[in-house]
């Protein structure tokens, strides 16, 4: 069976400010949403998902969807706030959303092999879809063992800037053991490091690091309803706590419910985390189409 590649698109409405708005950084105008698909397809994934807002689904339809529905089977999902479990209400106060894993809790009536998790405004690279896709098809039928793809530290920065980062620590075998989001990482004097308060800690180039490109099994659906009842309890007066993915991860880590494999990746992250990182963005897009990594245009 072939996996499902899940793309977490709920926010680019708001963030694109609007559908026309979304960035041709290719050289005939791809998105990076773009390159992923087609990363995903040569790497054996069968199916694609796409979690978006009700609101754009016409425009998400003719825009999006119509590019890749004549190359792969195509699902579309919706995140709303009034999706959730039985005798809980929202909050009229609450307009954020309720995070990543709950757009994840949204594909479980149409996903039912293992499956990948990805941010549809990330370029992650055409290694780690095929190391990705090969865990994946080792993962069928099995429960409780996950996988994570970690970017080596140093890949993932931004020349513009500091950035937020998951930073992992894995066991002996590899195995995730925790995920710490440090929110201010840059490189300083040629050395990658992390500001909390005043401190600056080194971190070493290779640590992993994660960039949210997950790899489930659909038991995953359902130990993410059981903690998201959890955590609405816990947290129903928060407006802005969001149900993250490290978060439900975590849990199924320090409760021995299941496992995670970090997947180590050569590939280089990159996005335009700031305006200044759009040129840099298109550059190394034209230089591997220059390279014959890709075609130009990508889907006709």
Partial sequence: MKPTLFVLAAGMGSRYGGLKQMDGVGPSGETIMDYSIYDALRAGFGKIVFVIREFFEDDF???????????????????????LPAGFTVNPERVKPWGTNHAVMMGKDVIHEPFAVINADDFYGRESYSILAEQLKKMNGQENHYCM?????????????SVARGVCATDENEYLTSVVERTHVE???????????????ELGENTPVSMNMWGFTP???????KYFIDFLEKNQENLKLEYFIPLMVDHLITTNTADVKVLDTPSKWFGVTYAEDRPGVVAKLQNLVDKGEYPTPLWK
């Fill in 149 to 161: 793809v970690g970017y080596r530290i140093h890949n993932t920065l931004s020349e513009s800037g």
């Fill in 187 to 201: 490189r300083v004097d040629g050395v990658v490091k992390f500001k909390e308060g005043e401190v600056w800690t």
């Fill in 61 to 83: 339809r003719e825009k999006i969807v119509s590019k890749y529905e004549n190359h792969v089977p195509v699902e579309v999902v919706f995140q709303e706030l009034d999706k």
């Fill in 219 to 225: 038991d995953y659906f359902e130990y993410s309803e």
